[in-house]
């Protein structure tokens, strides 16, 4: 992929998000991004791993997940187009990831070094704030989902779910949308069945 091409698909990625950045700060990144395809089931990081980059969502879906002691799938969060692909915990501390993050379909981003990152950021305000920003939806995403747990019983959990997530529901596995929301695929299913019943 040429530069030019990166610098529409670094664009449009911040584009969706709503940030809107000079060209000096896109070709910074353009130089230090490099595309990836993962087809469906390939890990963009596995448990274990130390986290040394970050990724930009081009194309599909990923979910981040572990496996607790009695040898559950636990999935934490899951990430779409317009989204970053981020171990921040594992980053920050330097040590192995606790959670693997997997592709769901195939998928296509653009991939940067964390340290070749930080160091375009410093100086650049424009990319220290969207550093910030991404750091602050991090934060922002799992404290809601903490929340949630203490506070909304499974079926609010799955109308947040289908507000934060919209469309996202028919693109992943009913048993990885259970486990996101603490509860059996079968007990999905009856809140499915209630919400049509009620509409």
């Given at each position: 992929?040429?530069?030019?091409?990166?610098?529409?698909?670094?664009?449009?990625?911040?584009?969706?998000?709503?940030?809107?950045?000079?060209?000096?700060?896109?070709?910074?990144?353009?130089?230090?991004?490099?595309?990836?395809?993962?087809?469906?089931?390939?890990?963009?990081?596995?448990?274990?791993?130390?986290?040394?980059?970050?990724g930009?969502?081009?194309?599909?879906?990923?979910?981040?997940?572990?496996?607790d002691?009695?040898?559950?799938?636990?999935?934490?969060?899951?990430?779409?187009?317009?989204?970053?692909?981020?171990?921040?915990?594992?980053?920050?501390?330097?040590?192995?990831?606790?959670?693997?993050?997997?592709?769901?379909?195939?998928?296509?981003?653009?991939?940067?070094?964390?340290?070749?990152?930080?160091?375009?950021?410093?100086?650049n305000?424009?990319?220290?704030?969207?550093?910030?920003?991404?750091?602050?939806?991090?934060?922002?995403?799992?404290?809601?989902?903490?929340?949630?747990?203490?506070?909304?019983?499974?079926?609010?959990?799955?109308?947040?779910?289908?507000?934060?997530?919209?469309?996202?529901?028919?693109?992943?596995?009913?048993c990885?949308?259970?486990?996101?929301?603490?509860?059996?695929?079968?007990?999905?299913?009856?809140?499915?069945?209630?919400?049509?019943?009620?509409?």
């Amino acid at each position: 992929m040429n530069e030019n091409a990166y610098n529409v698909l670094l664009a449009n990625f911040f584009k969706s998000k709503g940030i809107s950045l000079d060209e000096e700060s896109i070709s910074l990144l353009s130089n230090i991004s490099k595309s990836r395809v993962l087809k469906k089931d390939m890990f963009f990081l596995q448990e274990g791993e130390k986290s040394t980059e970050i990724g930009f969502i081009i194309k599909g879906v990923f979910r981040s997940y572990y496996i607790d002691k009695s040898g559950n799938d636990v999935t934490k969060y899951f990430y779409a187009e317009g989204e970053i692909l981020f171990s921040y915990v594992a980053y920050l501390s330097q040590k192995e990831s606790m959670y693997c993050i997997q592709a769901l379909e195939d998928c296509e981003i653009l991939v940067v070094k964390i340290s070749d990152f930080e160091k375009i950021v410093e100086g650049n305000y424009e990319l220290l704030l969207f550093y910030k920003k991404m750091i602050d939806k991090v934060l922002v995403i799992k404290e809601e989902h903490a929340i949630s747990f203490k506070l909304l019983d499974s079926g609010k959990r799955y109308k947040q779910f289908l507000n934060i997530y919209p469309g996202l529901e028919a693109r992943i596995k009913q048993c990885h949308l259970a486990s996101y929301l603490g509860i059996t695929p079968v007990s999905l299913s009856r809140i499915r069945k209630k919400l049509n019943f009620n509409k």
